[in-house]
């Protein structure tokens, strides 16, 4: 477990979720509770904690009401490898379909990309010192600054300053053509001294961080080949590395000139050098361990699944679905690209609507792997005022930033902002309730004409209130057939 869950206790936990989700308390109480028993299985015995699998989670409620939002920021804040899969993607296997055991397999990848990027901001200043470096000495060339060396010169001459670094010649000059045709040579190189020594510190600065350079950078697109799938043609990438080191030859590092802006190359470069500095086979192993004892698995959709009862048609490769989900959540071992990873201690949470399927309709080894089931009650228009104006990444505070940069000022009040709230409950209770997903389509409907016009109200300060937003939205507020937006 990371440093920052270790210090999370359970009531911090959901004090931290409720930054960004409204409601929900058991939910939140349930995936906390989780979340610190896989930090006390950390503490126990290696021989006892082996045997302390992980309460996989069941959610149950409508959509948009923080199912999927609770897991994410959940694997956030443990900063654990998490992926998002839909049990859809699954259905009817052997038609078509990805197989199951691949939800493991991007589960490894995001914990490479996690342990990566966390390996990466412990080498951030040799990287980006290694980086400028490159940028300077290719600067130099372009520029025409080397002090080149006589070809006679030797290896005497090649540990002087900064002819240590050859750099390519240009056409139409050898590298012993000085760089000032006339006047003292000392001086020149006085000259071209002081310019070098200008230019590092208008890299330092990053003083000419548009101007375009020239560099070779790291060839990094991936060869594909199109094969035929179960569903038409499907592009694959080769890893050309593997296949030379396969057939017994050392990988060729492919190099290709580009001319870009200095920012852009410095991000590159910056990436190419933090490679240069890891260790990927330690970063690899780590990732295996995190993904294997912190991942989290997101199921959605697991009602979808669940077949009818019949014994014919797509029912029958729906169960087979729940099977081979079942190998996977009960812990198996999946081969991946870095290594065998066991699936006994990932946390499994899986979400579900069950409009028209009950939980108990799953086949029942599968319910027996989700001991902990929640169920997340709808929304209410008081749920809805709170989901505007509380959360950090609330949608009207998301609309301010958006007209800000445009320089309006957005202003909500309090009668407007229960006037979108009333209207979007209003909408869901008419038509299908989509939760939280109606305040989007409430207020970018609201909002439309005044974000087109945003442009030429610069300076201007715009009020959302009641008067407004039944202005915008129409009488029709009561009559859904007359409401394009809920549709």
Known sequence: MSDLGIDLQPREITRRLDEYIVGQTKAKRAVAVALRNRWRRRQLPADLAADVYPKNILLIGPTGVGKTEIARRLATLARAP???????????????????????????????????????????????????????HALLEMRQLHDYLDPGAGEAGAQEGSAMWRARP????TAATPVTAAGDPAIAAQEREQQRRALREQLRTRSIERDAIEIELRDSKTPTLSVMGPQGN??????????????????????KLRKLPIAEARAILHEEEADKLLDMDAVCKDALDRAQNDGIIFV?????????????????????????????????????????????????????????HKPSELIPELQGRFPVR??????????????????????????????????????????????????????????????????????????????????????????????????????????????????
């Open 300 to 356: 959605d959709e697991i009602d979808k699944i669940v077949g009818s009862g019949g014994g014919d048609g797509p029912d029958v490769s729906r169960e087979g679905v729940q099977r081979d989900l079942l190998s996977v959540v009960e812990g198996c071992a999946v081969y991946t690209r870095y290594g065998h990873v066991r699936t006994d201690h990932v946390l499994f949470l899986c979400a579900g609507a069950f409009h028209f």
């Open 170 to 173: 240009f056409a139409g000059r």
């Open 374 to 487: 929640v169920a997340l009650q709808s929304l209410t228009e008081a749920d809805f005022v709170r989901i505007l104006t509380e959360p950090k990444n609330a949608l009207t505070k998301q609309y301010q930033s958006l007209f800000a940069t445009e320089g309006v000022k957005l202003e909500f009040t309090a009668d407007g902002v229960a006037t979108l709230a009333a209207v979007a409950f209003r909408a869901n209770k008419t038509t299908q309730d989509i939760g939280a997903r109606r305040l989007m389509t409430i207020l970018e409907k609201c909002l439309e004409d005044l974000s087109f016009d945003a442009g030429d109200r610069r300076g201007q300060t715009i009020r959302v209130d009641a008067a407004v937003v039944k202005d915008r939205l129409g009488e029709a507020a009561d009559d859904e057939d007359l409401l394009p937006y809920r549709m």
């Open 234 to 255: 499907e592009t694959m990438g080769i890893d050309t590395q593997a296949l030379q080191e396969m057939w017994g030859r050392a990988p060729q590092v492919k190099m």
């Open 82 to 136: 998490f992926v998002k899969v839909e049990a859809t993607k699954y259905s009817e296997v052997g038609y078509h379909g990805r197989d199951v055991e691949s939800m493991v397999r991007d589960l490894v990848d995001a914990a490479v990309a996690l342990v990566r990027a966390e390996k990466v901001k412990e080498v951030e200043g040799k990287a980006a010192a290694a980086a400028e470096e490159r940028l300077y």
